[in-house]
């Protein structure tokens, strides 16, 4: 073969390799959760399905105007809580663009945080959400519990959330609470085993939002999406969800973006 000829061969053959390997380095770069398939199947799991009660024609919910979260601890360090709240509820805030702020009046309150004991669990139920028995399976099985109102137009109107200190600490989970039912009474009710990582995983070892929450948080509050949508109308609008997240670059760099004002940093983990 006449050199020329070989050395073209060999360049062909250089930039073939060059051009896998960056094909290949791309394709490695992205996890499985950051795929838009598997986003999208998360956020249908997450956001339409329910953990305690099954419903024939599931609709999308969220909060449309500000919210005023009520806080009340009768035990344990009330200082601390309210400063993990804080942290917490400005994280998502941050994440969704919903406005979410303090008040010292229950009457303004949209959410309600109870911090309380195991023992007087049923007494806090009955006075903020109603009869226990009516959510005697989630009282039974939850470590902490959280509960929300929805008016006529699927949008969450009122929330309850209630940690018995005293058991969530002796199951280690007083962190994973404060994050993941304040997280929930935004608008992403149910727990799936399916979706992974993340803090509606209950068999995942997720306390704080992971890269995956972050953008099914941020999915939950995009302009595409309405409370009321359907399952249906929800996949049709989700192309342009993901649109947006990746023109904005919130899937490729949800690692670091999901640490920015998180309760994680916050204490150092």
């Known amino acids: 073969m006449p050199t020329s000829l070989l050395s073209r061969c060999q360049a062909i053959l250089a930039s073939f390799i060059l051009a896998l390997a960056l094909f290949s380095g791309q394709a490695s770069a992205l996890e499985r959760w950051q795929t838009d398939a598997y986003i999208q199947q998360s956020f249908i799991k997450i956001a339409l399905e329910r953990e305690y009660k099954e419903s024939k024609h599931p609709k999308l919910i969220r909060w449309e105007k500000p919210i005023k ?4 601890s009768d035990m344990g360090d009330a200082t601390l809580q309210h400063d993990l ?5 400005k994280h ?4 969704t663009g919903q406005p979410i702020d303090f008040t010292t009046n229950p009457k303004e309150a949209g959410i309600f945080i109870i911090f309380t004991a195991y023992k007087t669990l049923e007494d806090k139920v009955r006075r903020y959400i109603g009869n226990p028995d009516k959510i005697r399976k989630a009282i039974n099985e939850a470590v902490c519990l959280g509960n929300f109102r929805l008016n006529k137009r699927s949008e969450i109107t009122r929330a309850v959330i209630i940690i018995p200190v005293d058991y969530a600490r002796e199951k280690a989970r007083l962190l994973d609470c404060v994050v993941e039912e304040i997280t929930q009474t935004l608008g992403l009710p149910n727990d799936s085993n399916d979706v992974f990582p993340s803090v509606f995983n209950d068999v995942s070892v997720d306390t704080y939002l992971s890269p995956l929450d972050y953008i099914l948080l941020k999915a939950l509050y995009s302009k595409h999406l309405t409370p009321g949508m359907t399952v249906p109308q929800t996949k049709a609008a989700f192309p342009k969800v993901l649109k947006d997240l990746h023109a904005s670059g919130d899937i490729e760099n949800a690692v670091q973006r999901v640490q920015i004002k998180s309760l994680r940093r916050y204490v150092g983990d």
């Open 69 to 72: 979260v009520y806080f009340k």
């Open 85 to 89: 709240l804080d942290v917490q509820i």
């Open 92 to 95: 998502l805030a941050y994440i």
